[in-house]
């Protein structure tokens, strides 16, 4: 909440429930209220557009709210003193902000609410009057709320509010807005060192209490967290063919690193205008806190105002209030360790210095592996071993003959093309003894053979010169990439040795950033 939105809030005109429920039980001398949302229907009804169908429906809608809403008003007509608490705690507050010249007079108890005895010791902290007596009223009839009013609106001097503001967290137990609110502000220093240190303890609790099924899933949530961090030492060139233990240990000397940077740029005095959002985060909880009403009337408030926005025809945005779920402690603490704001990244990194120093532990560990000796890769089909000095010969051996397999030899066809110049040369035999006529078609037969046969000669030659090219050029591809693996092999051994050196300094430099 802006803080002109605050101030609107504190010098609103709270008195209106309480003038509303006066005119029920008075109706006779005032019909205020009825008469205004009497005025908001025929506004509505002038405004309706669409089809007769829609807007019948609409104005059927907002009779509707009108009458339940005169029913709710009723029901409320026992709540007069509770509407002038709240409206005495406005004054209160807004005397406290400046924004009302004097405190409200005397207020009278409301019996079982605890806002009535917290209006009252906030008046006489503001008087410089001594409250513990409305205090001890107020936290005996609802602990949790007179603290959070204390410390969202400033009032409180005594660290103790803020430890019942954020009771003792449970890792299965969701936090609500108001408790998440007070924890970043005293994590950003507005509720002083005392309170950061009462919440870094409440949060320290919470994780060395975790059983081992707990503890380990902190730590993979850390360590998955390492993934989104800038990579120093970035995992490339490496084939799928690597080892995968090799290629893992890579990573996780590149998470090491990313994971030392990531600590020691983590500045632990953040300045008090970068978490100046945490502040206003909390103060904007203090009117839900306020106005929601003893148990007995706030559903009923509640619901006035979804029927008066159905009256009014708007749309009706629930605010957020201070006790609806955020979310589990653990994962909090997580997002802040690896979030933008300063004071709560600085006290959840403090708070996971353990786990962090185990994470990196670990990361550490990963990253002694052997040198692999060799690597597999398929050429050609076939599974050949690569190692730093070359392929196996064996391998290779075999990797030949499975490509000259490949391109088998056809079938000799020399007889034919022998057979064509025999017959070529018969014919040219028979062309001698026969008259001329018939000697010229022999010879004419006989040059057709012959060419047959020349073709058949330089197609056997094309084929063969064929067959030893694709040899040849699957040979090529095939050192190529026994090259190109032995080349990542010994890369990747050289990567190895680097990783294995600096990961133990990566573990030495986290532990100095987190000690800080």
Same mark, same amino acid.
């Given at each position: 909440?802006?803080?002109?939105?605050?101030?609107?809030?504190?010098?609103?005109?709270?008195?209106?429930?309480?003038?509303?429920?006066?005119?029920?039980?008075?109706?006779?001398?005032?019909?205020? *209220?009825?008469?205004?949302?009497?005025?908001? #229907?025929?506004?509505?009804?002038?405004?309706?557009?669409?089809?007769?169908?829609?807007?019948?429906?609409?104005?059927?809608?907002?009779?509707?709210? +009108?009458?339940?809403l005169s029913d709710?008003?009723?029901?409320?007509?026992? +709540?007069?003193?509770?509407?002038?608490?709240?409206?005495?705690?406005?004054? &209160?507050?807004?005397?406290?902000?400046?924004?009302?010249?004097?405190?409200?007079? %005397?207020?009278? $108890?409301? $019996?079982?609410?605890?806002?009535?005895?917290?209006?009252?010791?906030?008046?006489?902290?503001?008087?410089?009057?001594?409250?513990?007596?409305?205090?001890? =009223?107020?936290?005996?009839?609802?602990?949790?709320?007179?603290?959070?009013?204390?410390?969202?609106?400033?009032?409180?001097?005594? &660290?103790?509010?803020?430890?019942?503001?954020?009771?003792?967290?449970?890792?299965?137990?969701?936090?609500?807005?108001?408790?998440?609110?007070?924890?970043?502000?005293?994590?950003?220093?507005?509720?002083?060192?005392?309170?950061?240190?009462?919440?870094?303890?409440?949060?320290?609790?919470?994780?060395? *209490?975790?059983?081992?099924? =707990?503890?380990?899933?902190?730590?993979?949530?850390?360590?998955?967290? %390492?993934?989104?961090?800038?990579?120093?030492?970035?995992?490339?060139?490496?084939?799928?063919?690597?080892?995968?233990?090799?290629?893992?240990?890579?990573?996780?000397?590149?998470?090491?690193?990313?994971?030392?940077?990531?600590?020691?740029?983590?500045?632990?005095?953040?300045?008090?205008? !970068?978490?100046?959002?945490?502040?206003?985060? #909390?103060?904007?909880?203090?009117?839900?806190?306020?106005?929601?009403?003893?148990?007995?009337?706030?559903?009923?408030?509640?619901?006035?105002?979804?029927?008066?926005?159905?009256?009014?025809?708007?749309?009706?945005?629930?605010? =957020?209030?201070?006790?609806?779920?955020?979310?589990?402690? #653990?994962? #909090?603490?997580?997002?802040?360790?690896?979030?933008?704001?300063?004071?709560?990244?600085?006290?959840?990194?403090?708070?996971?210095?353990?786990?962090?120093?185990?994470?990196?532990?670990?990361?550490?560990?990963?990253?002694?592996?052997?040198?692999?000796?060799?690597?597999?890769?398929? /050429?050609?089909?076939?599974?050949?071993?690569?190692?730093?000095?070359?392929? /196996?010969?064996? $391998?290779?051996?075999?990797?030949?003959?499975?490509?000259?397999?490949?391109?088998?030899?056809?079938?000799?066809?020399?007889?034919?093309?022998?057979?064509?110049?025999?017959?070529?040369?018969?014919?040219?035999?028979?062309?001698?003894?026969?008259?001329?006529?018939?000697?010229?078609?022999? /010879?004419?037969?006989?040059?057709?053979?012959?060419?047959?046969?020349v073709r058949g000669?330089?197609?056997?030659?094309? !084929?063969?010169?064929?067959?030893?090219?694709?040899?040849?050029h699957a040979r090529?591809?095939?050192?190529? =990439?026994?090259?190109?693996?032995?080349?990542?092999? /010994?890369?990747?051994?050289?990567?190895?040795?680097?990783?294995?050196?600096?990961?133990?300094? $990566?573990?030495?430099?986290?532990?100095?950033?987190?000690?800080?």
């Amino acid at each position: 909440m802006s803080d002109s939105a605050f101030q609107d809030w504190l010098v609103s005109d709270s008195w209106q429930d309480y003038k509303q429920q006066r005119a029920i039980r008075e109706i006779e001398s005032s019909l205020d *209220g009825q008469r205004a949302e009497s005025r908001a #229907l025929r506004s509505q009804l002038s405004r309706l557009q669409g089809s007769l169908e829609q807007r019948l429906s609409r104005l059927i809608r907002s009779f509707d709210a +009108f009458v339940e809403l005169s029913d709710l008003r009723a029901d409320l007509a026992g +709540f007069d003193e509770a509407a002038r608490a709240r409206y005495r705690m406005r004054q &209160v507050l807004a005397f406290r902000a400046g924004a009302a010249p004097a405190l409200p007079a %005397t207020l009278a $108890d409301v $019996d079982g609410y605890w806002l009535s005895p917290a209006a009252s010791a906030l008046a006489a902290l503001s008087r410089g009057d001594d409250p513990s007596a409305d205090l001890d =009223r107020a936290a005996g009839r609802d602990l949790q709320r007179t603290a959070l009013l204390l410390v969202m609106s400033g009032a409180a001097a005594d &660290v103790r509010w803020v430890g019942e503001a954020l009771p003792e967290l449970a890792a299965d137990t969701q936090l609500t807005a108001a408790e998440r609110a007070v924890w970043t502000a005293a994590a950003d220093g507005h509720l002083g060192d005392t309170a950061r240190e009462l919440v870094a303890a409440r949060l320290t609790a919470l994780v060395t *209490g975790l059983d081992d099924e =707990r503890r380990a899933a902190l730590d993979r949530w850390l360590t998955d967290r %390492t993934q989104d961090l800038p990579a120093t030492v970035p995992v490339t060139g490496l084939t799928s063919a690597s080892d995968r233990g090799a290629v893992a240990a890579l990573t996780a000397g590149s998470r090491l690193a990313a994971l030392r940077d990531w600590a020691g740029s983590t500045d632990p005095a953040a300045a008090p205008e !970068e978490g100046a959002g945490s502040r206003a985060a #909390l103060e904007a909880l203090l009117p839900g806190l306020v106005d929601e009403g003893s148990d007995e009337e706030s559903a009923t408030l509640r619901r006035i105002k979804e029927l008066r926005a159905v009256i009014d025809d708007r749309e009706l945005t629930p605010a =957020r209030r201070w006790d609806d779920p955020v979310g589990l402690p #653990l994962t #909090l603490l997580v997002a802040d360790a690896f979030g933008e704001a300063p004071g709560p990244r600085a006290l959840a990194r403090r708070v996971l210095r353990d786990r962090l120093l185990a994470v990196g532990e670990a990361l550490c560990a990963e990253t002694d592996v052997p040198d692999p000796q060799e690597q597999t890769v398929v /050429v050609e089909r076939q599974s050949v071993r690569v190692r730093a000095n070359g392929p /196996v010969p064996a $391998d290779v051996d075999g990797l030949q003959r499975a490509i000259e397999a490949r391109f088998p030899e056809g079938p000799s066809k020399a007889w034919q093309r022998y057979a064509w110049f025999a017959a070529a040369v018969l014919l040219l035999a028979a062309a001698v003894a026969v008259p001329f006529g018939f000697a010229v078609v022999l /010879v004419l037969v006989a040059l057709v053979f012959a060419f047959v046969g020349v073709r058949g000669i330089f197609a056997g030659r094309m !084929e063969a010169g064929g067959r030893r090219d694709s040899i040849r050029h699957a040979r090529e591809r095939a050192d190529q =990439r026994m090259e190109q693996e032995r080349k990542t092999l /010994v890369e990747l051994v050289r990567r190895l040795g680097e990783t294995r050196r600096k990961a133990p300094a $990566d573990l030495t430099g986290l532990r100095a950033a987190l000690a800080e």
